[in-house]
């Protein structure tokens, strides 16, 4: 199909996009910015940072010892003072913070000053539940405005919270819990999926149960449905929220004060915790937010449609956006309930002007046809963005000709959860861009790829992708485990001091920056992050697996999908083990989450390894994705591959 992944037409591609002269006349950021930053990092830093309110100016701008960076040194500021209430006090109390649109149709309009009193009566009630600054607050909500409300007021109270997606499991919200030592946990009665309430706090209970931190429970009401209640633990949101005061004043905090925790998958079972703080974070963010979409305050209406459980929901959703006074609107739902044009719809009612979105919707999107888009008005597009996976030409033209009508820039953004903002990306007004390329880093941000060997690849080389210099919005650390940190991004390129981003990159003829996906053992699955140890793990714990591996394959519509082998035990495998393959995708999804669910699972007499017993997922990838398989000299027994491959054809 036309999806053809990604990767393989990048050599040919040759289109360039320039912007309308009447767009760069008017863009936020001009073609100068990258000198200005070039010329002198730290200052063009200390410009941006002055988008926001300090209570205290800094008296550096970094302290760098590697690998840990301090910005804005002795500062301090409120985050959420920044993003909520200073807006107020400059005049713009009525503008609307947030257009939300529920997903059974019901909406509510949140201005800035109504978001103001909300973040406010949360604050004091979380002080009254004792949260203090420097403790930890668990939230998993669903996409409704309490979940950004929970975020600032624990911003404002300087308290970390640790966002744990609505879809994660139990286990997956226990081990968060756990790891945070969080006190508090924010959730709600159940969510909306596709029309029909399912249950969240059910859920969220089993967790709890388990852990021991957690003093209180605070439920959101969503849905109606009668949950399980336990007395002196449990409250009602609107029991305790409801009757605060509406004021509350903001302390400053530290430039370096935590300001959350979100766990990522990384290459070993165990999710990080990585950790940002408040004054970079807040900078970079509100820059790039700016920077990036050509956001006007007052003018633009800005959608991102990320889920607030992930960093680009963190980071551009709630904190870049806010911080910079937008109009958002906020959505509570999936893309085709009740119908495909939802997105569409959506736009048109609201007029949204900036649309920032994942590949792996477009691919949707494209498969559902053009004729849905074409029903709506969709003329208030001015910008279009995509985040979480390389974007494959064939979708971004699509993108460009049947949403942005031709139009619009697109932004194709580059960065991590670590990053916590925008790194690589064209700019609108600047940039001449190609399909399917993020070109190149932002104004006072630094990457090169590299060889194995540290060189620099020139124009035309690929390699790893690095980050040669500090960032305003770089992680701090993964929470309470610092060797892991060295270990993972620092350990690579340890002389060169550069952090190794796990990503493949290479350099056009132009010096254009095309990211190539993941070169670790990372998936991107819509452009969720998932271990395949994660999945190998969760295998594994079921009574009927022996062994399992799992790999990503490519796919036309998600990116990657996962595909597990599995060596099942004793009579499992009878009939096919069609029974034990449907008991083994379940249980995935229990212990990690739908989104974790493998696409296939194999199931085969023995796993590809080399003498020295590690799995090559290598050739698994290639039996997953349909190619001839490689090179098997390398295994210890280069005859398993012929009985994958000949069981895999007797089972088809
Ligand atoms: C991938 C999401 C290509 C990449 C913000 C990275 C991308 C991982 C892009 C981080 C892009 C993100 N082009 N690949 N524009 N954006 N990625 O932490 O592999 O959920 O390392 O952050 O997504 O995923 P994360």
């Given at each position: 199909m036309a999806a053809e992944?990604?990767?393989?037409?990048?050599?040919?591609?040759?289109?360039?996009?320039?912007?309308?002269?009447?767009?760069a006349a008017q863009a936020n950021v001009k073609a100068e910015a990258y000198d200005r930053a070039a010329a002198d990092r730290e200052?063009?830093?200390?410009?941006?940072a002055d988008r926001l309110h300090w209570t205290k100016r800094w008296d550096r701008v970094l302290d760098w010892d590697a690998p840990f960076a301090k910005w804005f040194v002795g500062g301090e500021l409120n985050v959420a003072y920044n993003c909520v209430d200073r807006h107020v006090a400059d005049g713009y109390g009525e503008q609307v913070a947030f257009h939300w649109e529920g997903e059974p149709g019901d909406t509510r309009t949140i201005t800035y000053a109504d978001l103001q009193r909300e973040v406010c009566k949360a604050a004091n009630a979380l002080t009254e539940l004792g949260v203090q600054a420097g403790d930890r607050v668990a939230i998993q909500l669903p996409m409704i405005p309490e979940a950004a409300i929970s975020m600032l007021a624990c911003a404002r109270l300087g308290a970390a919270h640790s966002v744990v997606f609505g879809g994660f499991s139990p286990g997956a919200l226990k081990a968060r819990i756990e790891d945070a030592d969080a006190k508090l946990l924010i959730t709600s009665d159940g969510q909306f999926r596709r029309g029909k309430p399912a249950p969240m706090k059910e859920n969220t209970d089993k967790a709890v149960a388990e852990t021991s931190s957690i003093e209180h429970v605070l439920v959101v009401k969503r849905t109606e449905t009668e949950v399980p209640w336990t007395e002196g633990r449990d409250l009602w949101w609107h029991d305790v929220v409801d009757k605060q005061s509406d004021q509350h004043e903001a302390r400053s905090f530290d430039a370096e004060q935590p300001l959350f925790i979100l766990y990522t998958s990384g290459t070993t079972g165990k999710p990080k915790g990585i950790l940002h703080t408040s004054g970079g974070f807040?900078?970079?963010?509100?820059?790039?937010?700016?920077?990036?979409?050509?956001?006007?305050?007052?003018?633009?209406?800005?959608?991102?449609?990320?889920?607030?459980?992930?960093?680009?929901?963190?980071?551009?959703?709630?904190y870049g956006p806010l911080a910079n006074r937008a109009t958002s609107v906020m959505y509570e739902g999936t893309p085709n309930t009740p119908h495909?044009?939802?997105?569409?719809?959506?736009?048109?009612?609201?007029?949204?002007?900036?649309?920032?979105?994942?590949p792996?919707?477009?691919?949707?999107?494209?498969?559902?046809?053009?004729?849905?888009?074409?029903?709506?008005?969709?003329?208030s597009l001015r910008v279009l963005g995509s985040?979480?996976?390389?974007?494959?030409?064939?979708?971004?033209?699509?993108?460009?000709?049947?949403?942005g009508k031709g139009n619009c820039p697109i932004v194709d953004?580059?960065?991590q959860t670590e990053t916590g903002a925008i790194m690589i990306s064209p700019l609108p007004g600047v940039t001449a861009t190609k399909p399917g390329s993020a070109m190149r880093t932002l104004p006072g941000i630094s990457a090169e790829v590299v060889t194995e060997e540290?060189?620099?690849?020139?124009?035309?080389?690929?390699?790893?992708?690095?980050?040669?210099?500090?960032?305003?919005?770089?992680?701090?650390g993964i929470w309470g485990d610092e060797q892991r940190f060295r270990e993972t991004y620092w350990s690579r390129f340890a002389e060169q001091g550069y952090y190794f981003a796990g990503d493949g990159a290479k350099y056009d003829d132009d010096g254009a920056i095309w990211l190539l996906g993941r070169v670790d053992d990372v998936m991107n699955v819509s452009g969720h992050r998932i271990s395949t140890t994660e999945v190998e793990s969760a295998l594994v714990s079921h009574p009927t697996v022996a062994e399992a591996a799992v790999v990503g394959a490519s796919d036309p519509t998600t990116g990657q999908g996962i595909v597990a082998f599995v060596i099942l035990r004793g009579n499992a495998a009878k009939d096919g083990g069609e029974e034990a393959i449907k008991a083994l995708r379940d249980h995935v999804s229990a212990e990690i989450g739908p989104i974790a669910k493998p696409r296939q699972i194999m199931v085969v007499e023995e796993l590809p390894k080399t003498r020295s017993g590690k799995i090559m997922r290598r050739l698994l990838r290639d039996v997953a994705e349909n190619r001839e398989v490689g090179d098997v000299t390398t295994l210890a027994d280069s005859s398993v591959m012929d009985l994958i491959s000949a069981g895999l054809k007797d089972s088809s």
């Amino acid at each position: 199909m036309a999806a053809e992944p990604t990767l393989s037409n990048l050599a040919t591609e040759s289109r360039s996009f320039a912007p309308s002269e009447a767009f760069a006349a008017q863009a936020n950021v001009k073609a100068e910015a990258y000198d200005r930053a070039a010329a002198d990092r730290e200052a063009f830093w200390a410009e941006q940072a002055d988008r926001l309110h300090w209570t205290k100016r800094w008296d550096r701008v970094l302290d760098w010892d590697a690998p840990f960076a301090k910005w804005f040194v002795g500062g301090e500021l409120n985050v959420a003072y920044n993003c909520v209430d200073r807006h107020v006090a400059d005049g713009y109390g009525e503008q609307v913070a947030f257009h939300w649109e529920g997903e059974p149709g019901d909406t509510r309009t949140i201005t800035y000053a109504d978001l103001q009193r909300e973040v406010c009566k949360a604050a004091n009630a979380l002080t009254e539940l004792g949260v203090q600054a420097g403790d930890r607050v668990a939230i998993q909500l669903p996409m409704i405005p309490e979940a950004a409300i929970s975020m600032l007021a624990c911003a404002r109270l300087g308290a970390a919270h640790s966002v744990v997606f609505g879809g994660f499991s139990p286990g997956a919200l226990k081990a968060r819990i756990e790891d945070a030592d969080a006190k508090l946990l924010i959730t709600s009665d159940g969510q909306f999926r596709r029309g029909k309430p399912a249950p969240m706090k059910e859920n969220t209970d089993k967790a709890v149960a388990e852990t021991s931190s957690i003093e209180h429970v605070l439920v959101v009401k969503r849905t109606e449905t009668e949950v399980p209640w336990t007395e002196g633990r449990d409250l009602w949101w609107h029991d305790v929220v409801d009757k605060q005061s509406d004021q509350h004043e903001a302390r400053s905090f530290d430039a370096e004060q935590p300001l959350f925790i979100l766990y990522t998958s990384g290459t070993t079972g165990k999710p990080k915790g990585i950790l940002h703080t408040s004054g970079g974070f807040l900078t970079q963010t509100a820059y790039t937010h700016h920077a990036v979409f050509d956001h006007k305050p007052g003018e633009s209406v800005y959608w991102c449609t990320a889920d607030i459980g992930w960093v680009t929901g963190h980071s551009y959703i709630v904190y870049g956006p806010l911080a910079n006074r937008a109009t958002s609107v906020m959505y509570e739902g999936t893309p085709n309930t009740p119908h495909e044009g939802r997105h569409w719809e959506i736009i048109q009612k609201y007029g949204v002007s900036i649309y920032y979105t994942a590949p792996t919707l477009i691919r949707t999107f494209m498969k559902w046809g053009k004729e849905i888009p074409e029903k709506y008005d969709l003329s208030s597009l001015r910008v279009l963005g995509s985040v979480g996976e390389p974007i494959n030409p064939e979708a971004w033209m699509w993108y460009r000709e049947n949403i942005g009508k031709g139009n619009c820039p697109i932004v194709d953004t580059w960065w991590q959860t670590e990053t916590g903002a925008i790194m690589i990306s064209p700019l609108p007004g600047v940039t001449a861009t190609k399909p399917g390329s993020a070109m190149r880093t932002l104004p006072g941000i630094s990457a090169e790829v590299v060889t194995e060997e540290a060189q620099p690849v020139g124009p035309g080389g690929g390699g790893y992708l690095v980050l040669d210099k500090p960032w305003p919005a770089m992680l701090r650390g993964i929470w309470g485990d610092e060797q892991r940190f060295r270990e993972t991004y620092w350990s690579r390129f340890a002389e060169q001091g550069y952090y190794f981003a796990g990503d493949g990159a290479k350099y056009d003829d132009d010096g254009a920056i095309w990211l190539l996906g993941r070169v670790d053992d990372v998936m991107n699955v819509s452009g969720h992050r998932i271990s395949t140890t994660e999945v190998e793990s969760a295998l594994v714990s079921h009574p009927t697996v022996a062994e399992a591996a799992v790999v990503g394959a490519s796919d036309p519509t998600t990116g990657q999908g996962i595909v597990a082998f599995v060596i099942l035990r004793g009579n499992a495998a009878k009939d096919g083990g069609e029974e034990a393959i449907k008991a083994l995708r379940d249980h995935v999804s229990a212990e990690i989450g739908p989104i974790a669910k493998p696409r296939q699972i194999m199931v085969v007499e023995e796993l590809p390894k080399t003498r020295s017993g590690k799995i090559m997922r290598r050739l698994l990838r290639d039996v997953a994705e349909n190619r001839e398989v490689g090179d098997v000299t390398t295994l210890a027994d280069s005859s398993v591959m012929d009985l994958i491959s000949a069981g895999l054809k007797d089972s088809s």
